[in-house]
């Protein structure tokens, strides 16, 4: 089930965390609902934090994983051309291999004709 909720901005959660340090300050709070007690702000609090760390790591893995998967990528593409060199060297540039990796075979390349002069 997916959560319909925006994030709320930086601010706002400075500000409430700003809140629960100056209401721990009150040595006499007492509110009459518990759903609005200190623990409970604390506890909140703490799961914010873990969930902030938690998106701050997640992120850092998909920035390595984004970079292994450039290199790799590079990597492959390397060894596909060098792939297709070795298919020209050991079948020629004339053969029918040429054709089954993607290339055009020597004899296909269109001959280049003079031009006449025009007078």
Known sequence: MATQLKRLPPSVIAADRELLRAVQSLSDYQPINSTYSVAIMQQQEACLTQAELAIVRL????????????????????????MKDQVIAQYGQDSTAIEIIGLTRKSAHKRPTRRKATA
């Open 59 to 82: 992120e850092e893995e998909i920035k390595h994983a984004r970079v292994v998967a450039i290199e790799t990528a590079h990597a492959m593409h390397t060894t596909g051309l060098g």
